[in-house]
């Protein structure tokens, strides 16, 4: 019940294209969300978060879409460039801890 | 947003030796710290929720005597290998809490490569 599922594991997309990545969780106390993005060898840096009370949240080129009822969230990237090749991760927490996806690999082609 | 820092961010070490590795949040104070360990190509995986002033809280399977774990400020948290072995090399990262405009977020820190030979 703790886990969190994520999709794809892999990705390739072309320059301009909007990649989506999915999450899945079982636990209905979990409320904050978020997503990371990892650069090989360094942390991870916060992208966006959401919490259950919105169905979507933009941030510059990046949009959380969360499905309550579903117990699913999901990361868009609009207009993807080379530069946001890179692992990301999504999150959620319910206590403090962060229960981590198992990543997802972005290629951005040019 | 806001900074946390490792240091060193690369270490390595012969086998049997102790390793400290400091996480420092440098704009905010962080009554919580959280130790993550990351294998090659896989995910984060939680090893130690650190409490300034207290305990840690090991997740199960982690070894407490092994990875020790001081909270000794609010911006400082320390993870010692000790008596580190090759199956240790890993990322360490670490990640601080902040609960500035009354939300809940975590910030992480740059990770620290450790390679034990």
């Known amino acids: 019940q703790q886990q969190v599922k994520q999709s794809p594991q892999s990705l390739i997309v072309q320059k301009g294209g909007i990649p989506i990545i999915n999450c899945a969780y079982e636990?209905?106390?979990?409320?904050?969300f978020p997503w990371y993005q990892q650069f090989p060898g360094k942390g991870p840096a916060l992208l966006i978060a959401?919490?259950?009370?919105?169905s979507e949240k933009k941030e510059g080129r990046f949009t959380i879409s969360f499905n309550k009822s579903a117990k699913q969230f999901s990361l868009h990237i609009m207009d993807s460039q080379p530069g946001d090749s890179a692992t990301y991760f999504c999150a959620a927490a319910g206590t403090g801890k962060l229960i981590f996806g198992q990543g997802t690999t972005l290629q951005v082609k040019p | 947003g806001a900074v946390v820092s490792q240091h060193p961010s690369r270490v390595i070490c012969k086998s049997g030796t102790s390793v400290k590795i400091e996480c420092r949040s440098l704009?905010?104070?962080?009554?919580?710290m959280f130790w993550y360990r990351q294998f090659p190509k896989q995910s984060l995986m939680l090893m130690a929720t650190s409490n300034e002033g207290s305990k840690a809280t090991y997740e199960q399977g982690v070894e407490k005597d092994k990875f020790l774990i001081n909270h000794a400020s609010l911006t400082l948290s320390t993870l010692t290998v000790t008596s580190a072995h090759p199956e240790d090399s890993s990322f360490y990262i670490c990640s601080a809490r902040s609960l500035a405009g009354g939300r809940e977020t975590q910030y992480f820190g740059p990770g620290t490569r450790l390679l034990v030979l």
């Open positions: 704009d905010f104070q962080a009554t919580t």
């Open positions: 636990n209905t106390a979990f409320d904050y």
């Open positions: 959401i919490r259950p009370d919105v």
